[in-house]
């Protein structure tokens, strides 16, 4: 079984620049989330879908940051304009039934 | 809020001794706890998942067990190993996990 699919897997812009980031779960998962992780904490949710709706935005700082699930398989998490303190590795999970969560390799971002 | 802590932050141990990594999480009325291992670099590999109606999950050389009148639980690994060298990281909760910001193993040879 395939497991969660991210990319890049490293990127580097500058401060005010935008950048997107692609996630594609495992087949048949219908739940999908999106982690920031700062360095030296825990990974922080984003946001979930379930299939292609948001169930919970509600730390996802949407003056800068959007995410869509389209036809409920992959998605895109994207940051404009990005600060110095979006630095982070940036997680995407999948999961079958909402217990165990499955995550992907994550997208290391700099912001200079 | 849940606030979920673990300590030591960093832990260096000979290969063969056993390991024993805690976690404790202020709200006590959990859906699930999991155990993730993370490698530098890479994303979270599940390890256990306790459903909050469990006490312990086993698998291999590690156990997990869960108190949830006391807030806390304890991952075990059984004669470590140098690819045992990791961060471990407990998240507890049910769509909505809360993650502790791990504890960063060193197994020596």
């Known amino acids: 079984e395939a497991g969660v699919a991210q990319s890049p897997r490293y990127k580097i812009i500058e401060k005010r620049q935008s950048v997107a980031f692609w996630c594609n779960p495992i087949s048949g998962h219908a739940t999908l989330y999106w982690y920031q992780q700062i360095l030296g904490q825990g990974p922080k949710l984003l946001i979930q879908?379930?299939?292609?709706?948001?169930?919970?935005d509600s730390q996802l700082p949407k003056d800068r940051f959007s995410a869509e699930r389209l036809k409920g398989v992959d998605s895109t998490l994207k940051i404009q304009p990005a600060k110095l303190e979006d630095s982070a590795v940036y997680l995407c999970a999948s999961s079958l039934t909402g217990e165990e969560q499955y995550f992907g390799p994550g997208t290391r971002l700099t912001v200079t | 809020k849940q606030e979920v802590t673990q300590i030591p932050a960093a832990l260096s141990v000979p290969e063969g001794e056993n390991l024993v990594l805690n976690c404790s999480f202020t709200d006590s009325a959990i859906y699930n706890l999991q155990w993730f291992r993370q490698d530098p670099g890479k994303g979270l590999t599940s390890l256990l998942l306790i459903q909050s109606s469990q006490r312990e999950q086993t698998s291999g050389r590690l156990n997990a067990s869960l108190d949830k009148s006391s807030g806390r639980s304890t991952l075990y690994i059984a004669a470590s190993q140098p690819g045992d060298s990791a961060t471990y990281l407990c998240a507890v909760g049910d769509y909505k996990l809360s993650f502790g910001a791990g504890t960063t193993v060193t197994v020596r040879a």
């Open positions: 879908f379930q299939n292609n709706g948001v169930v919970d």
